[in-house]
């Protein structure tokens, strides 16, 4: 694509009339048919990546997700907080496929479809779905937000998910430890969203860091992630044979323990993690992506027969 | 041989949401929670020559690092000892136990 031809052609400036109102520019991006790392990674991998270099252009996106007719709320999740990643909220078209569409709006954006620039826009609504946090520190706060979200979803009051407690925090471990290379500004988000009709819960966790395999080549050395493919490395590392990037003893087992509660203990369902470009499911599955995820990007469902018994204190 | 009665503690007294690895990780650390209350409560154990028996039930959930760093730290800082003078309780998960175990083990060695 020629990139001056594409920038000019869809520049539009807000119609503010004031001189000293800041000017800004929209490139639009299309979705494919599916907006679903779940589902559709290699699809979405490109979508995210082509949002993201819009982005670092310094360009405020507007996403045309008219056509998508395969939308889950893990890849609103992401698009969310990609924008957020650079500070800015995205605009853009609903899919006109109406249970997509559902999705979008349930997932806690709404769509105002316009063409013009200063009509596109999404913003954070109250609904079912809810991004718990975008946030440095406070994990504390984040766990409780995303336990209280699960209680009200199932109607069960006091329960607890003891998996989801620790998949939080390794997720809020590893990107402190790790997204940033040690360098400790890191940030994250992570989505719930209440799928009734399947009754489960679904998690999405991102972080805009240098990504898992990234921060392993720089550990372990560039020679080390040229010898293996990035899925045989990730799948490692989500194995717990990977040592930490601190080499330090004991460490080194959230990822595994990510991977445990969905194989062994069975307590999540449906693991998904995205790194760079590997993907790893909890089925074993791994494969390259074309595209590179910038970052990490874990998914997980919890069903009501996972809760356990509220405590006895 | 150790025959008194074991003395107890409940993680839950502490906390209900214990955190992650280091104190400076954030708050309710395995780190702080080997420094406030395990460490002191073994060597109360051992020095009355009891077994220390812990309970793990009733907490939200556990990371990996904050039990490794708790009990894996213990066993690096008074040897093989500790693993041979406590016990645990987890109805909740009994899995959790083995867990524990091993990073104890694991602690031990080298």
């Known amino acids: 694509m020629n990139r001056s031809k594409c920038q000019n052609f869809q520049r539009r400036t807000i119609p503010t009339g004031a001189e000293t109102a ?47 007719c395969l939308v889950t709320p893990d890849g609103v999740a992401v698009t969310i907080a990609l924008g957020r990643q650079f500070g800015r909220q995205l605009g853009g078209e609903l899919p006109t496929h109406p249970a997509s569409a559902t999705v979008f709006k349930d997932s806690g954006v709404i769509g105002v479809v316009g063409r013009n620039a200063a009509q596109a826009s999404w913003k954070v609504v109250k ?14 706060a984040v766990v409780w937000a995303a336990l209280a979200f699960v209680r009200k979803a199932f109607g069960m009051p006091g329960f607890r998910h003891q998996s989801l407690v620790r998949i939080m925090t390794e997720c809020m471990a590893n990107c402190d430890n790790h997204s940033t290379l040690g360098r400790g500004d890191a940030s994250f988000n992570f989505h719930a969203f209440h799928d009734k009709e399947r009754d489960v819960v ?42 930490s990037r601190t080499h330090t003893r004991g460490r080194g087992r959230g990822l595994g323990s990510i991977r445990d509660a969905a194989v062994n203990r069975k ?21 390259r992506l074309p595209h590179t995820l910038k970052g990490t990007f874990i998914y997980w469902e919890i069903c009501r027969s996972s809760m356990m018994k509220p405590a006895k204190r | 041989m150790i025959t008194m009665k074991p003395h107890r503690i409940a993680v839950v007294e502490w906390s209900s949401l214990p955190g992650s690895r280091f104190v400076d ?15 002191p409560a073994y060597l109360a154990a051992r020095e009355a020559g009891a077994v220390l ?58």
């Open chain 1, 267 to 287: 307590t999540i369902r449906r693991l998904v993690v995205v790194a760079n470009n590997a993907y790893f499911d909890g089925s074993g599955n791994t494969r």
């Open chain 1, 202 to 243: 679904c998690f999405s966790f991102v972080d805009g860091g240098v990504g898992i395999l990234r921060s392993l080549s720089v550990r372990l050395g560039e020679q080390f992630t040229l010898l293996f493919s990035p899925q045989k490395i990730l799948s490692d590392a989500m194995h717990g044979k990977l040592r």
């Open chain 2, 53 to 110: 028996e812990i309970d793990l039930d009733d907490v939200e959930g556990y990371a990996t690092s904050f039990l490794e760093e708790a009990f894996g730290g213990l066993v690096r800082g008074h040897g093989q000892d500790v693993i041979g003078r406590l016990k645990f309780i987890c109805e909740d998960d009994p899995l959790t136990i083995r867990e524990v175990e091993t990073y104890m083990l694991e602690a031990s060695e080298v």
């Open chain 1, 22 to 68: 800041p000017k800004w520019s929209f490139d639009h991006v299309r979705t494919g048919k599916a907006l679903s790392l779940v589902d559709a990674p290699e699809e979405t991998v490109r979508f995210l990546s082509n949002v993201r270099r819009k982005l670092e252009w310094g360009n405020a996106v507007r996403v045309v997700a008219s056509d998508a």
């Open chain 1, 127 to 140: 609904s079912p779905g809810q991004i718990l946090k975008t946030a440095i520190g406070q994990p504390e």
């Open chain 2, 25 to 39: 990780d954030g708050e309710r650390s395995g780190e702080q929670y080997r420094n406030d209350v395990l460490e």
